[in-house]
């Protein structure tokens, strides 16, 4: 069953949801839990009882029940607190959470740098980090912002790693080419801005044309046609058959250029599926009205406002922001012979949702700290 509906976060007790299987040459695991705490990881065709019909989906990356908890002689902080992803193959996925929400934690337990302590995770069906050195090769990453030698040029630092890795030398000018770096593919990376070196960053991930692509935040310094320029690279490699994963906090990109979306709030997944079904879960609660032509609209917005409706005007419609039902703007209007040509529910952007699903929108008069949430309802919070 495809992630398409938005999930609720699992209570703290094992809780099953819809099996799936992956699949990748022989190897072949089951995936019976979005919550770690239930999951069993199995080798083979086994048939499961007592969860639903099993589909056969193609996951290039599953994590499930991921735990980690930092500790230092200072105290402990959990960073990922039972946290699950699936993605699938040949997808952009964007991967979504405030500052502090446990991104990078992630994409680090999951390349091996670091160690969980529980939860289970699987690159293109493989258990990792069990089998790290057979996937390692299939995964490009770069994880927040790498460091490069800065006497050097970008064509030393990619050369260096194309014969580190058994890289054809061919492969260095087509990355420098993809990136858009190949002018200044000669100049010492010391002397680039940071859009650059980021370019740089993006362009030693491709090197061994990896089957999974993970960049955190790949936008980080580009200007406007560097994000688009990364946009339509990210898109160019997803139809030619690679798989993205990419964090970033440029929501309005993300909604540009992902197939599905995983947003993590304090460890945990809140929300997943395609930007689409994400966003159906959450209207923004307006409704835009139309009045034929020649009507006027003073007159009606007037109206509206002495029954406590909350209108903002635009040019030739307005917006009615607390409309829980609109008939009632329909019933009000025609009740003075005023008739609505258009009225329709405003869709809510991903950056709305976001800020709805973490709790991070801002609050008048206050200065929210990092790691801090406001409460929200319905999410499983
Ligand atoms: N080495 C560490 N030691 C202790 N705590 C850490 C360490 N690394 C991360 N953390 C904590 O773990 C939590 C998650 O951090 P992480 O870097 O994964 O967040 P993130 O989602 O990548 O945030 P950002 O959007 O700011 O990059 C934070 O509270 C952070 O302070
Ligand atoms: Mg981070």
Known sequence: MPPSAVHVPHPPYPTNVPARTTSEGNHHSEWICGCGRSLEWRKGF?????VPKVSRVTAVLEIAGLQKTYRSRKGT??????????????????????????????????????KPNGGRMAILGKEVPRHLPETAGLVGAIVESPQFFGN??????????????????QRVTEVLELVGLRDRGKDRVKTYSLGMKQRLAVASALLKQ??????????????????????????????????VVLSSHILGEIQLICDEVTIISAGRRV????????????????????????????????MLRANGAQVTVEVDHFTVGNAGNPAQITRILAERQIYVSELTPVSA????????????????GQNRQVDQTASVGGWGQ
């Open 77 to 114: 902080r959990k960073a990922l607190d039972g946290f699950d992803m699936v993605v699938e193959a040949g997808q952009v996925h964007g991967f979504l959470g405030p500052n502090g929400s446990g991104k990078t934690t992630t994409l680090r337990t999951l390349l091996g740098l670091i």
């Open 152 to 169: 050097f040029s970008a064509q030393d630092t990619l050369s260096l790693l194309a014969d580190a890795g058994n890289v054809k030398r």
């Open 271 to 302: 929300a997943y599926g395609s930007v689409s079904s994400v966003l159906a879960g959450h209207g923004s609660g307006k409704t835009k009205v139309r009045l034929e032509p020649g009507v006027d609209m003073r007159a009606a917005v007037e």
């Open 349 to 364: 952007d991903l950056e709305s949702v976001f800020l709805e699903l973490t709790g991070t929108a801002p609050v008048e």
């Open 210 to 243: 990896p089957k999974l692509l993970i960049l955190d935040e790949p936008a980080n310094g580009l200007d406007p046609g560097g994000i688009r320029e990364m946009r339509s690279l990210m898109r160019n490699l997803a139809e030619s058959g690679m798989t």
């Open 46 to 50: 086994g048939i499961l009882t007592g």
